[in-house]
Each structure stands twice: as C-alpha cells, then as structure tokens.
C-alpha cells in the first residue's frame, strides 16, 4: 500500500511517499481503506520534532496523523463488519499512522460514519471535534446558562467548540479575525471579537469558561475575564504549564488538557452530526501526494475550519 512516511523530523521535504505492507489486525482492531484524512496542528508540530514527536522517534518507519474516514474491509471485532463506513481519531497521542491507505484501528475508537455527511466532513471532525466536546463535557461540564469564550472561534477546534457549546446551552462569545466573522457568527456565537481590533478583556467579563486554543499570553489576558470558581482551560502544549498555578491564584479553575481516543465520544459527536446539530466546515481539500500543501496550509495559522486530505 501506499503510506507517507517521516523520513525525519523536519520540513515538509522530509514527508515521503512510499509503498509498505498492508498493516495485519489483532483482535478487537478492524482493517480501514482510508478515505480522506484530517491534517492538525499537532501533526505539523510532530513533523518539525515536537508535538508526539517524542513517543515517535524510535519507530521505524514513522507514520504520523491520526485522523480517518473510511471502509472497513476486514474485522475482529463484534462490533463492525466488512463495508462499514466509519471514522474516528486513532490511537492518540500514540502512532496512528493515518497517513497511509490501510489503518489498523481499535474498534473502541471508531463509529459509524453518518449517512448524511461526506468522508471529507466526517475526517475533520475527530482530534479536533473530540478535543471541543471532551473539554466541554469530560475536563469540564457546561451548562445552560453559562458564559463561554472560545478563542480562535472560525479555527479547527473553535468552530466545532462554538457549535457544542451552544448546543449544551451555554451563551457563546467567539474571539477572529475581522476577516472570519461572518463564518464564525454563522456558527452560532451570541459575541463577536475582532481580536485585531479590540482587546477581548476590555470587553467581555463575567465568562463562566474559557476555552484557549493559543497559550502564551493568552492565558494572562483571560484569566482577568473569568468569575470566581470559573475555568480556563488550555490546550496549546508547551505554552500553558503554568495555567494551574496561574488559575489558581485568582480562585479560577486551570486546566491543561490533551484530546485521546475514544470511541464513546465519537459516538457522542456522530449524533451531533447525524442530526446537524453541529456541521463540519472544510476549507481546503488536497491530494495524497499534496501531503506537503496540506501541512504548509495548517502551519500558516490561517486556517478557517479544517485541512483535508483524499486518499
């Protein structure tokens, strides 16, 4: 089969295309020919040697992403059989190796793709769509009612978390730039912030949660927002150690969270879709052997929504 493989941590030079076996299956994991593939931040970090870069280095070959959509074609489990669409994010933080034709997946980790959406929207709404409804419902509990500022809102993570949280009842206010508020009010945002334009903290106050996808700074800035018994929750790793310390000080929640496989959840997220309750947005597809585009895009920080790639 053919696979990109890492040839070593680096630029995108470095993402080769090669021909592998075809990957044997252990009980309780089912064979998936891939279909589309979701490209995230965390892929181009491992790529550069950070991200899961660590738990990758002495695997041979190196095989990185962990988003699929696709068709089962060979089963040891109860609960999928031959033909069966599914999609779902695969054996994160560890090697999914997504980034091939064939993947062998834990059958815990997958669900049944919903009928009335494509491969491509179902690929993107997995680390990224899982990282949103975990934070929300798993590290944290929104409820009706609640002030909520999602930051990066029109992004991969912020666009399904504007969706869910409004979903769960929460009143949602949404930091963008300018350029994307039309597509980030669509989701649903009650707020608008020009992050360019306006400093989030001089306008919003009284948030019940924030959910932070950028770190550094940010977590100052947001902590000056949010109520006493409140939460910050910060995703970006390497620049959010000290959210907890920080929270903390202030009587505030902080939490530094990482998405991992699950199957309940994906699940969870296959009824919100099924019944568009939440909706993927899509802003580029490529090609397999576009692998290096498709990285280049997500690295950019410009994305709106997700980065697909087709098998």
Request: hydrophobic share 40%; aromatic share 6%; net charge negative.
């Amino acid at each position: 089969m053919k696979a990109i493989v890492l040839k070593d941590f680096g630029g995108v030079e470095n993402l080769q295309l090669a021909d592998i076996p075809i990957p044997a299956i252990s009980e309780g994991e089912v064979l998936v020919k891939v279909v589309t593939i979701s490209i995230n931040p965390v892929d181009v970090k491992t790529r550069v040697g950070k991200g899961a870069a660590g738990k990758l280095k002495d695997e041979d070959p190196i095989i990185i992403g962990w988003d699929i959509s696709g068709v089962i074609t060979a089963s040891k489990s109860v609960d999928f059989k031959e033909g069966d669409e599914v999609f779902g994010m695969v054996n994160f933080p560890g090697h999914g190796r997504a980034y091939a034709e064939y993947v062998a997946a834990p059958a815990d980790q997958l669900a049944f793709k919903p009928a009335n959406i494509s491969h491509e929207e179902a690929a993107a709404a997995t680390l990224a769509a899982l990282t949103a409804w975990q934070n929300l419902t798993g590290f944290t509990q929104i409820k009706p009612g609640d002030r909520v500022l999602v930051h990066a809102a029109s992004g991969g993570v912020g666009h399904y978390a504007v969706q869910m949280a409004k979903y769960l009842g929460a009143y949602v206010i949404g930091t963008s730039s300018a350029y994307n508020k039309d597509f980030a009010m669509s989701l649903g945002l009650d707020e608008f912030i020009d992050y360019k334009s306006q400093k989030f903290e001089e306008v919003v106050g009284n948030i019940d949660m924030v959910l932070d996808t950028i770190g550094g700074e940010n977590i100052d800035r947001s902590l000056e927002i949010i109520k006493r018994g409140g939460t910050l929750v910060s995703i970006p790793s390497g620049s959010n150690d000290d959210v907890k310390e920080k929270a903390a000080a202030k009587g505030i929640n902080g939490l530094k969270t990482m998405v991992v496989s699950s199957g309940t959840d994906m699940k969870a997220i296959a009824a919100l879709l099924s019944s568009c309750a939440v909706k993927s947005h899509v802003s580029q597809t490529f090609s397999f052997d576009e692998m290096d585009k498709a990285h280049l895009q997500v690295e950019s920080g410009k994305t709106r929504g997700k980065v697909i790639v087709k098998v």
